[in-house]
């Protein structure tokens, strides 16, 4: 990272900013295209390993790509607001934001279905509680994991 002195190395706090996000930004390339969507996750944090869910239509754009292409990244960000100055060139933007690079897994059994959509569910909802799913529902959505091998954050505070 080219500015350390912006770079959060505690996972603690990388956590945080993953609990606070509840959108986070998929990066996919088919050839030489890159795509980026917008999606709605759950994770789970075991043993250092980083896990992020994410469910969506069994077809379209983002279906075909993963199941061509795998490799991912994925980006979210906070804590958003403008830092003012005397100057132009003294504004900034506070921020903070998790980057990360992993390996996307289209899930087949239910059991694993039902455990991203678990996490999912915690995640937007604050709520940990057993939730049901229909078997015409867990046919009918595509669930993902990515197991994500590095991820990094990055904070500019207000000052």
């Avoid at 996490?119 to 595509?142: F, I, N, P």
């Amino acid at each position: 990272m080219r500015r350390s002195d912006r770079e959060i190395t505690d996972v603690e706090e990388k956590l945080k900013i993953l609990r606070k996000n509840k959108v986070f930004r998929l990066g996919m390339a088919e050839q030489n295209q890159p795509y980026i969507v917008p999606l709605n996750f759950g994770f789970e944090f075991d043993g250092g390993l980083l896990t992020l869910y994410f469910h969506g239509a069994r077809e379209g754009k983002k279906a075909d790509i993963l199941a061509r292409n795998s490799q991912v990244c994925f980006e979210m960000d906070g804590e958003h607001s403008l830092v003012t100055g005397e100057e132009a060139a003294a504004y900034s933007f506070a921020y903070e934001s998790i980057i990360g690079f992993g390996t996307a897994e289209l899930l087949t059994k239910d059991e694993e279905k039902i455990r991203g959509l678990d996490a999912l569910m915690k995640h937007q909802t604050g709520e940990d509680r057993e939730w049901h799913y229909t078997e015409s529902q867990l046919k009918a959505v595509a669930v993902y994991r990515i197991r994500v091998s590095s991820f990094s954050g990055k904070r500019r505070p207000q000052k």
